[in-house]
Every structure is written in structure tokens, then in C-alpha cells.
């Protein structure tokens, strides 16, 4: 059984998080160092540690997390100014909490994907 983190926490509501979404399958909420103006992550409701241990059966949640990044986009007002999503997986990504979350950045002009 991978270990739980903060984020299993924070969708449980034992702590406190800025939700922008919550249903069945994902939560969303502000993240706590935001990179860009507007820094939001959505996460699985279910505990998968990294992309590498995503299972068929989480296929539509996969696919849900798009539908609500988009749907959070517009409720954020960037969607026509436009937004980025990333997944970070491992060390080399820079991964730092293992439980799968996808980052929603925008708000102002992003920089570079890869800073070398
Ligand atoms: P990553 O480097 O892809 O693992 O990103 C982890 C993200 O989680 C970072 O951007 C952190 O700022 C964010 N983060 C960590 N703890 C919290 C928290 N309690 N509430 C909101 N965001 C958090």
C-alpha cells in the first residue's frame, strides 16, 4: 500500500486548503506556493502515488481531471488568455508529493516549459 500524504488530508478536509472543486473522483485547490497567478492542483481522489502506477480502471478519472481543469479555467477566467497543465513524475521532474496531481498555472504569460 503506497503511504498517504498531505493531500489525502487535505481532501478528507482534516486540513486546511483553499478547494476550488471537490466531487467523487477529484479534488481541486489552490496550491500553497503559487508559481504563477493563478495555481491550482487537481488530484485524484484515489491515493496513486505517481503517473507510473495508473491503472486502467482509472482511466476516466484520468479524463475527468482534464474535463475539471478546463471547467476550473473558466471559472478562473484564463481560459481564453490561455493555461498550462503538468504532471510531475520522479525525481527528475522534480515530483515532491507522491500522491498524483496535476498542476493548472496561467494568469499572466508562463515562461519557458524547461529551464536549463
Ligand atoms: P510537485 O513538485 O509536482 O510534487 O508539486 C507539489 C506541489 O504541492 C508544490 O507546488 C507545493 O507548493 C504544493 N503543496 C505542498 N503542500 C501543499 C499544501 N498543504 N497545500 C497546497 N499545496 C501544497
Redesign the pocket.
Known amino acids: 500500500m503506497a503511504e498517504e500524504t498531505?493531500?489525502s488530508k487535505?481532501i478528507r478536509h482534516e486540513?486546511p486548503?483553499d478547494i476550488v472543486f471537490q466531487d467523487q473522483r477529484v479534488t481541486a485547490?489552490?496550491?500553497?506556493?503559487p508559481?504563477a497567478a493563478t495555481?491550482i492542483?487537481i488530484i485524484p481522489n484515489k491515493l496513486i502515488p505517481t503517473l507510473n502506477e495508473v491503472e486502467a480502471e482509472d482511466e476516466a478519472t484520468l479524463g475527468h481531471m482534464l474535463i475539471v481543469a478546463a471547467q476550473i479555467a473558466k471559472q478562473e477566467g484564463i481560459d481564453e488568455s490561455g493555461y498550462r497543465l503538468?504532471i510531475?513524475c520522479n525525481r527528475d521532474?522534480?515530483?515532491?508529493?507522491f500522491h498524483l496531481?496535476m498542476?493548472l498555472l496561467g494568469g499572466e504569460t508562463l515562461g519557458k516549459l524547461v529551464n536549463k
Open positions: 498531505i493531500f487535505i486540513i486548503a485547490f489552490r496550491d500553497i506556493s508559481q495555481h492542483l503538468i510531475n521532474a522534480g515530483q515532491e508529493v496531481h498542476h
